[in-house]
């Protein structure tokens, strides 16, 4: 009867355990269905990223130095591919360099990028009838646009006028932005990008600019512009006009984030019919090389220490 006894405790000690025990393995199983289900839910969604650099132009040669330290981290973070707002190239007065030479420095300093590039027409890209013809020959069309993953970007050139003759956009270049409007109205996203904020009130008549956002009615869009050297962005009816600050460029005042301005390069994390930015100050992304060398350097001495090979 004892014995009987101590075997009904053990059965209901287990039962018991059981009784505790069943609820969090079933919980713990709930919730890797539901993480299976939220990773299948990213995994449907039509998501890529892209990165804009900002101007270069109107600082000292070290300006490279903070072009090729993000180029070196974007390398690193690996978005699908680059686009630069324009003002890579920089004429000086009375400077005896040639347009080409001009070009052919820079493109050395582009050409690490391990990813598709696109350069926006800036005014220090384009100045006059000469430098305008280079471009051509240089970097191909002034304005153009492709489609990706169900997004469409168009590249406008807002110094196009040392081309056609004519005020703002041009008849052509406006022709074009209206066809692919039209053409692309039902795009999960037109992302505009032009070197000038053409949507400010200085220069908004001067660009047609209420004529342009008629067109962009029903649209998803965003607006992505430079020349200001200063990070400022606002929303609009739902939609994002921002103005990229510089990357290499210089400030009109010191570094002040607050205010908008820094070094920076904007990184677009596209997912379905949203966006999303983030912005990045040069200089503080590592690549594995760091925890390698910290291996080589500490464990690995370390263990010799200790005798031991750390292989």
Known sequence: MKMNN??????????????????????????????RATLRKISEKNRFSFVILGDRTGSTPESWNILDQAI??????RPDFVIMIGDLIEK???STVSIQDLWSEAIQHIEPLTMPFILVPGNHDIWDQLSYQIWLQTMGK??????YKG???IILNTEENHGSGEQGLGE???SFLKEEIQKHHQSQHLFIFLHQPVWLPSEKEKFN???IESLLEGTNYSIFAGHLHVLASKQYQGHRYLISGPTGGKMRLTRNPSLGFLQHYTWVTVEDEKSYIAFIEPGNIYSEEIAQN?????LQGLYLLKGNNPY
């Open 92 to 94: 000086e007065l009375n």
């Open 294 to 298: 910290a291996y080589k350097r500490y």
């Open 172 to 174: 052509k270049q406006m």
């Open 209 to 211: 600019w209420s004529e």
């Open 151 to 153: 997004s469409h970007f």
């Open 72 to 77: 070196n981290e974007i390398n690193m973070l």
């Open 6 to 35: 101590q075997k009904y405790k053990r059965k209901l000690k287990w039962i018991l355990i059981l009784f505790l025990v069943a609820p969090l393995f079933l919980s713990s199983i709930g919730q890797c269905q539901d993480i």
């Open 142 to 147: 002034t304005y153009h646009a492709f489609n």
